[in-house]
């Protein structure tokens, strides 16, 4: 099992974003590590039905730099 840094916890969290929500505006609020996981939170712009929202989220990444889980909630 390869143990990723902070930055590089964001960094995949940045791309699997990018990827999911098909935006590139993406705002990093905090990195935090906890029970041998990185918390990446922050906002992403969303379009719902011709509207724009923020969209906060929270992506857990495991040290082996893979997505354990997602959570969005809109602002």
Known sequence: MTDISRNNAAKIAIEFLKEEKNTEEIEVAE???????????????????????IEKFEVIVGQSGKIKSTNYALL
């Open 31 to 53: 990195v935090e590590e906890k029970s041998e996981n990185w918390i990446v939170t922050g906002t992403c712009p969303i379009n719902l039905e011709g509207h724009k929202w």
